[in-house]
């Protein structure tokens, strides 16, 4: 089996910084693209910031010079260091990782269990 547990939300106030970890565990023969996607409550699952095995990155607008995002393919873990964090910015924040169990599997979707990040003053 295949787990992705998270790591480093909480409580900051505006202008603030939070680093986020998420780590993929179990059978994994590659992982290509990890990223994240957050949720505010009434509001759709939105992508916030995604890297591939290679190191090439996208982000969302709304976090485009504040937020970074790396990874460490020992490790099998994606970061999130996110810097100036806004009140906006407050949502469950959940990892995934596109991961193939053997070296003829299909590319799967997986998903970390969520972690809460509050910005409030």
């Known amino acids: 089996q295949v787990q992705l547990v998270e790591s480093g939300g909480g409580l900051v106030q505006p202008g603030g910084s939070l680093r986020l970890s998420c780590a993929a565990s179990g059978r994994i023969f590659s992982i290509d693209a990890m990223g994240w996607y957050r949720q505010a409550p009434g509001k759709e699952r939105e992508l916030v910031a995604a890297?591939?095995?290679?190191?090439?990155?996208r982000y969302a607008d709304s976090v485009k010079g504040r937020f970074t995002i790396s990874r460490d393919n020992a490790k099998n873990t994606v970061y999130l260091q996110m810097n100036s964090l806004k009140p906006e910015d407050t949502a469950v924040h959940y990892c995934?990782?596109?991961?193939?169990?053997?070296?003829?599997?299909?590319?799967?979707?997986?998903w970390g269990q969520g972690t809460q990040v509050t910005v409030s003053s």
């Open positions: 890297i591939t095995d290679g190191g090439s990155t």
């Open positions: 995934y990782a596109d991961i193939k169990r053997t070296m003829f599997s299909i590319g799967m979707k997986y």
